[in-house]
């Protein structure tokens, strides 16, 4: 089993940065893809970001690309989602999820993710 604690979020004005960190507990971090997910009222959870458990392969939404990067640590079972140039449209939810080993990082389907943390609130005011 693996739980997950997103940390990090908060209110920052449009330009600006902030730094999600996603601890996980359980012996198997190291060998899971690991995403990170948003979501706003009244629209679907949508993947952000995702890293194989090597971190040889990364993925972005387009919507993020040359502003955020996704990074782990092994040692320390966390994942990281660095926000720059944060826009008000980035205001939400946001979801640290862990699928199995063989989940492609360029999955967009939430049932490929086993487990999820309770989420962090991303505020961008303009």
């Known amino acids: 089993q693996v739980q997950l604690v997103e940390s990090g979020g908060g209110l920052v004005q449009t330009g600006g940065s902030l730094r999600l960190s996603c601890a996980a507990s359980?012996?198997?971090?190291?060998?899971?893809?690991m995403g990170w997910f948003r979501q706003v009222p009244g629209k679907e959870r949508e993947v952000v970001a995702a890293?194989?458990?090597?971190?040889?392969?990364?993925y972005y939404a387009n919507s993020v690309k040359g502003r955020f990067t996704i990074s782990r640590d092994n040692a320390n079972n966390t994942v990281y989602l660095q926000m720059n140039s944060l826009k008000p449209e980035d205001s939400a939810v946001y979801y640290c999820?862990?699928?199995?080993?063989?989940?492609?990082?360029?999955?967009?389907?939430?049932?490929?993710?086993?487990?999820w943390g309770q989420g962090t609130q991303v505020t961008v005011s303009s």
């Open positions: 890293i194989s458990w090597s971190s040889s392969r990364r």
């Open positions: 359980g012996r198997t971090f190291s060998s899971r893809t």
């Open positions: 999820a862990a699928g199995s080993n063989i989940v492609a990082v360029s999955s967009t389907r939430l049932s490929d993710y086993q487990h």
